[in-house]
């Protein structure tokens, strides 16, 4: 017969390259792990560890009772998330994935509210380079994403609208001019970031007057770090296509400047998914609530 504590023993156990390391992520000694090993090896009648290498092996037995036992501690986990919340208490882990630049500056503050809010929630925040990646995972509960998402079938809230808007610094611009239609813009120095796996280098505008434009840019000037991007276009080296969130200040401070105003670019809508996971709704929401009155008003508006 197996117990929780045999499968959460176990779990530690497969997620770890060796029965040393599992011993420290554990807190005992390398022979309690073996031995515990052992027994519950000879109670089940079958081997779940491969010993022949240095690493720590699975068999095809271990794989499965490490697969089927962290379904079965989850289920357990949120049976009694959902009894403890019929007392009104919200509590048990919550996973929140974020970009890091947006992640950095709101998320984090919604996660420190929340944890005051909940103090029996206990809180992990990944910030992510390449938030498109995340929703393949199910390892987090609540994916706050900024942009377009590829198609999902998660539970999606909208938390705040986000424009992204073309800008370039006032000396880039008594340098080099301003553009005044999207074709300009092939004479013009671009930066961008590389963020994710989209195509960075094709920037869409709609017009005023329903005209459309997709221009191919070459950019001069890239980075993964959004900071860096805007950095080089505040010292007038580049024009840039930034978050609204992330220049609003700079705008207003007229420190950067919003070029082509009759043309705007797809919004980048600020959203929250919720995650594949059972069972997790009340602290997901509530946390997805928390969030969201952070948002409102938008304080970059």
């Known amino acids: 017969m197996l117990t929780s504590q045999d499968l959460a023993f176990f779990a530690v156990l497969a997620s770890e390259p060796s029965l040393a390391a599992a011993a420290r992520s554990l807190d005992v000694t390398p022979p309690a792990v073996s031995q515990r090993l052992q027994v519950l090896e000879r109670r089940l009648g079958m081997r779940l560890v491969d010993r022949s290498g240095s690493r720590l092996s699975l068999t095809s037995e271990g794989a499965l009772l490490a697969e089927r036992g962290q379904a079965v501690l989850e289920d357990l986990e ?25 992640g950095r500056a709101f998320v984090a503050q919604a996660m420190a509210r929340m944890r005051q809010l ?9 910030l992510l380079d390449d938030p498109a990646s995340g929703i393949r995972s199910d390892r987090w509960d609540v994916l706050v994403q900024v942009g377009p998402l590829a198609d999902s079938a998660l539970a999606m809230r909208r938390l705040a609208p986000n424009r992204r808007v073309l800008c370039a610094s006032p000396a880039y611009l008594e340098a080099r001019g301003h553009p005044i239609h999207p074709q300009d813009l092939g004479h013009h120095v671009c930066g961008v970031i590389r963020e994710d796996q989209a195509d960075v280098t094709l920037w869409s505008f709609g017009g005023d007057d329903g005209e459309t434009a997709t221009i191919r840019v070459r950019p001069e000037l890239a980075s993964n770090d959004g900071e860096v991007i805007k950095a080089w276009a505040l010292a007038g080296l580049c024009i840039v296509q930034r978050s609204e969130w992330d220049i609003a200040g700079e705008l207003r401070a007229g420190h950067l400047i919003e070029l082509l105003p009759s043309w705007r670019m797809p919004d980048a809508d600020v959203v929250a998914l919720l995650g594949p996971r059972q069972g997790r709704a009340a602290r997901m929401e509530r946390f997805v609530q928390v969030l969201k009155d952070l948002l409102t008003p938008v304080p970059w508006r």
Do not use: C, Y
Request: no cysteine.
């Open 78 to 102: 949120s049976l009694a998330a959902e009894l403890r919340e019929r007392r009104d208490i919200v509590s048990g882990p919550l996973h929140v994935a974020a970009p890091l630049g947006f």
């Open 118 to 126: 909940h103090p029996a929630v206990e809180l992990k925040l990944t």
